[in-house]
């Protein structure tokens, strides 16, 4: 064989395949190394159990479950791999003191929420009921800014009517007092039309009154009639443009054994939905790390 023919020493040698367990397990080494670093200083950070530092201790639950998300997938890939993922012992009790002190402030974030839930769930019946009682009986009053004019001319007094005005304004009711009548027995219409109080002639019927009336309702309220000690012919007219202002009480039509079972029920159903939603925060955790952890091994 001549020389231009040999092979060479480079042929003759296979270059090294690299393991992909082998640079995997490289890899997830380094990344506890620093992942379980984070986790021992936060621990190290952890703040002191007092009323007054609730806030503090809020944000650093939410770190310390940012730093376990990290963690976790990690040490578990590890048991799957073989690997040694364990933290040093002198940082240890720091890492348990932390992960109890955590869990226990969750216990009691969820039992402080149930309380003020029941708290105002409580307050809310109470009012309901006091409601009830008050405004069974009571008339629903308004406060009132009237402006009135007087305008003194000759009518023809026929019966004394009432007009009472109602919160809606599309439930004006005019009523007659029994025994009021003082002349004829006809009924006398009164129809308002904005700057004036007139009186309908008798004459014109109940079909065309009923559309007078309809038509009042619509259009400005007359306020109550003035009688004046003068003669049986001449009487005033007091005309008053009022405006109502205020809302008036709701009534509730709620019974004491209704509400409680109502209010029962209630606090049931918030006591529920809190452990769920705490169940669904660790839950989402999880889920996160998991995600994360299929992520970093190239599944999607």
């Known amino acids: 064989m001549s020389a231009g023919h040999a092979p060479r020493l480079s042929q003759l040698v296979r270059a090294a395949t690299p393991d992909p367990i082998e640079a ?5 080494r380094e990344k506890f190394v620093a992942a379980s670093a984070a986790l021992v200083a ?45 933290i040093d012992t002198a940082d240890g009790p720091a890492v348990a ?22 708290v105002q769930m409580e307050e ?6 006091v409601e009830q009682g008050t405004s069974a009986e009571v008339p629903a009053t308004t406060e009132k800014m009237s402006h009135i004019e007087v305008v003194s001319r000759p009518v023809r007094k026929r019966s004394r009517q ?3 005005e109602s919160e809606d304004e599309d439930e004006s009711k005019i009523n007659v007092p029994p025994g009021s009548i003082l002349h004829k027995p006809h009924m006398q219409w009164l129809c308002a039309d904005e700057a004036k109080v007139r009186e309908v002639d008798e004459g014109r019927g109940e079909e065309s009154a009923g559309g007078d009336i309809a038509q009042a309702s619509k259009t400005t309220k007359a306020g109550p ?24 009480p709701v009534r509730s039509r709620l019974d004491a054994k209704v509400a409680a079972d109502l209010s029962q029920s209630l606090r049931l159903l918030r006591a529920e939905a809190t452990e ?7 839950l ?13 091994i190239g599944v999607e």
């Open 24 to 28: 995997e397990k490289t890899s997830l």
């Open 42 to 86: 936060e621990a190290k950070c952890l703040p002191d159990d007092k009323e007054e530092l609730w806030e503090e201790k809020v944000m650093w639950m939410r770190r310390w479950e940012q730093r376990t998300g990290e963690v976790f997938p990690l040490v578990e890939r590890g048991r799957v791999l073989g690997i040694n993922t364990k």
């Open 97 to 118: 003191e932390a992960d109890e002190a955590y869990e226990r402030w969750v216990s009691e974030e969820i039992a402080r929420g149930r309380a003020n839930e029941d």
């Open 124 to 129: 809310a019946v109470t009012q309901a009921v």
């Open 162 to 164: 009432m007009v009472v």
């Open 225 to 248: 009639s003035k009688r004046t000690v003068d003669d049986d012919d001449e009487v005033e007219v007091v005309e008053s443009h009022t405006r109502a202002k205020g809302k008036a």
């Open 276 to 282: 769920s939603q705490a169940a669904y925060l660790h």
């Open 284 to 296: 989402q955790v999880r889920v996160d790390q998991l995600a994360k952890a299929l992520e970093k």
